[in-house]
């Protein structure tokens, strides 16, 4: 098929480019910085962001791996906007994520930037158009998908950008699904490596939240990028406050942790079965909820009708499996909870950071038992992989199982598995409230004995309950039935509580000294539980903490983060937020937009607090950009006005 770009071409159309407008940037801000403060109306880059932008900008490529919400779209927003407006053309972003494209388009435009996106949900006429705009250098930034960039038609348009100098960029987001190790890998995404062939000189940017090893190599290898300076940006989230709690009425724990800390807020629940999710939303919804289950066997057009409520109304729960969370973006979701072990720290990691992209205090929550550990376990001994895969996978199993155990900082064990070493971070469970701890070796050696004399006894096997029961002494039926009470293991543990045997016997599993096996999870010895036996391994316990009393998220911190967690509103306050709010809800239901693309949470509420006065005061708020302080400015300084006075 030969196709000619110019045919799309109307004929007088020329690409006219803006020219670089006076801003309120300080002055000797770099062009970079200006593009932050005039269109985004941000005061400063936020870490490794300032240093990747000049570089992109100066042309080089780059592969950045930063966490979830860490910042990474205007790592290539602002050098596209930079370099288109000196002339440079286009920037072209691959993503994957098609339900994406349309907001993220939605709120460049809202910032007063020409972007345009191309995939299927495009009909002929709309694609046509989007061409034409490409053509024509009226586009900023076209976001497209992979299998779309890669036909012979568009690969055509670009040749003709390209020989004009009109290719400014090829943002390659998610690029983690170029490596078949990753879950998220995409066969088109391999056919990539032909930008680089064929349009040399243009700068390349892939970025991604995956930061092992074995990823970084196989993007580098695959996309070409083994001359493409590496940016390492910190993992640390310091907004989110980690716990994780023993799972005792998960339900009900959930309940409370919801109810009490996170009432009318946005949030995502997840859990390992479609099943779970639907009992769990349902069950919430019946408690005064506003919870949504969201699944994979779910009709794709419920399922979209549930996103949509979930990106566009507040203080809605989301409960999934992992199927959500890739390419939502919402910046406000106050919570994550976990009510199911993730597979491992990587994922743990990316759904966790799924909340508070907005910076303001968010937690991450999961609750944990022993049936965690063996389903895990048995999901990898069962699956069809290789066994070098799950040699892999037990490993991350392992440490994920340490990260739940562990009774010292969260932060610092996340960020060292990431390879970043911290110090304590006053923003996690163990840090706000150091749990005691108890030296369980005593405990742990009778346990093993006892699962070593049932064996001696008649060759059997058996579960946990039963195990405590012979422990502790308890006369029940079935005791009495395989004539357990004349073992020299009966009783000898009377003093030990049920919930701390339970305590020993996980860690005993996820150590990897005990093995779960069969329908009935019942217990047997493996070749390590010789040395806890002979008493050559101290095992020390935290003691399980019947809910401690917590406050809310990032509220008590005391640790040195960088960041201050924000003032609560005074009444006043309150009351202009509230109409912010219900501005802000109109406005975005006009546009077809969800609410945050109009002015995120965090940025109305500083208005609300600074309650600015005039246009000047009300574009030094955070988040109001030149656009918007036109577009909305004098709107907003009429809705704070009418909410009451200070
Ligand atoms: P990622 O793609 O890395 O998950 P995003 O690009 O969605 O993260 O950014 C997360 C949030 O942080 C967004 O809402 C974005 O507007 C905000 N943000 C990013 N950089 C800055 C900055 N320099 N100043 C203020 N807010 C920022
Ligand atoms: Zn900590």
């Known amino acids: 098929m030969s196709f000619d770009p110019a045919s799309v071409l109307d004929a007088d159309l020329a690409p006219d480019l803006p020219p670089v407008r006076a801003g309120r940037q300080p002055a000797g801000a770099s062009p970079a910085e ?67 494209m349309h907001d993220q388009v939605g709120a460049l435009h809202e910032a007063g930037v020409q972007a345009a996106f191309l995939n299927s949900t495009l009909d002929a006429e709309g694609a046509r158009r989007v061409e034409r705009d490409l053509l024509a250098g009226r586009l900023t930034l076209l976001y497209a998908a992979p299998e779309r960039i890669l036909t012979p038609r568009f690969l055509a348009i670009l040749e003709s950008l390209h020989e004009r100098g ?97 009432e009318g807020e946005a949030g995502i629940v997840y859990c390992q079965s479609r099943r779970k999710v639907e009992e769990t939303a349902a069950w919430l919804a019946e408690e005064g909820i506003t919870a949504l289950p969201y699944h994979a066997g779910l009709d794709a057009d419920l399922r979209r009708r549930h996103q949509d409520r979930f990106l566009r109304e507040d203080g809605v729960v989301m409960v999934a499996t992992i199927a959500f969370g890739m390419g939502i973006d919402k910046p406000d979701v106050r919570f994550v909870a976990h009510l199911d072990l993730p597979k491992n720290i990587e994922s743990y990691y990316q759904e966790t950071g799924r909340g508070g992209r907005d910076g303001l205090p968010a937690d991450a929550w999961m609750t944990y038992g022993l049936a965690d550990v063996v389903n895990q376990r048995r999901m990898i001994d069962e699956s069809e992989a ?37 110090t304590p971070c006053g923003n996690c469970d163990n840090c706000l409230h150091p749990p005691a701890t108890w030296d369980a070796t005593e405990a742990a050696r009778k346990a093993l004995s006892c699962i070593y004399r049932f064996r001696q006894n008649n060759g059997q096997r058996f579960g946990a309950g039963h195990l405590i029961d012979v422990l502790r002494g308890k006369r029940t039926e ?44 019942t217990l047997g010895l493996s070749d390590s539980a010789r040395e806890v036996l002979r008493g050559e391994v101290p095992v020390r316990l935290r003691v399980p903490a019947e809910a401690r009393p917590r406050g809310k998220a990032g509220r008590a911190g005391t640790g040195s983060r960088d960041k201050p967690p924000p003032l609560p509103l005074d009444a006043a306050a309150t009351g202009r937020f509230a109409a912010l709010k219900a501005w802000r809800a109109e406005v975005a239901r006009e546009h077809n937009l969800p609410a945050y693309v109009v002015f995120h949470d965090a940025t109305l509420a500083e208005m609300a607090r600074e309650s600015p006065a005039s246009l000047d005061e009300l574009g030094q708020i955070s988040g109001v950009g030149t656009k918007k302080l036109q577009a909305y400015g004098s709107e907003l300084l009429r809705v704070m006005a009418s909410a009451g006075p200070d």
């Open 34 to 100: 200006a593009i932050l403060h005039e269109v985004f109306g941000y005061p400063a880059f936020r870490g490794a962001q300032r240093e990747i932008v000049e570089h992109v900008v100066a042309g080089g490529d780059a592969l950045v791996l930063m966490p979830t919400g860490g910042g990474k779209s205007l790592c290539y927003q602002v050098p596209a906007i930079v370099r288109h407006r000196a002339g440079q053309g286009v920037a072209i972003v691959v993503s994957p994520l098609i339900a994406l």
């Open 166 to 262: 009109q290719l400014g960029l090829f943002a390659i987001d998610e690029a983690h699904c170029v490596s078949q190790w990753g879950h998220d890998f995409r066969e088109e995404y391999l056919g990539l490596s032909a930008l680089h062939e064929r349009f040399a000189g243009v700068p390349r940017l892939a970025l991604t939240a995956t930061a092992d090893d074995h990823t970084r190599a196989d993007i580098v290898e695959r996309l070409q990028l083994e001359r493409a300076r590496l940016f390492v940006a910190s993992f640390d989230r310091p907004n989110i406050r980690y716990t994780i709690v023993e799972k005792d009425e998960p339900r009900k724990q959930l309940l409370r942790f919801v109810r009490d800390e996170h």
């Open 386 to 422: 290789g066994e070098d895969f799950k040699r892999l996978q037990r490993g991350k199993l392992d440490a994920l199982l340490a990260l739940s155990e562990a009774h010292d900082c969260r932060r610092v064990r996340l960020l060292a598995y990431f390879g970043q070493s911290s």
């Open 478 to 521: 079935k005791v009495a039935q395989y004539g357990h009470e004349s073992l020299s293991t009966f009783g000898v543990g009377a003093e030990v509580s049920e919930a701390q045997w339970r305590l020993v016997l996980r860690q005993l599993i996820a150590l990897g000294h005990v093995q779960a096996e069969g329908e009935f999870n």
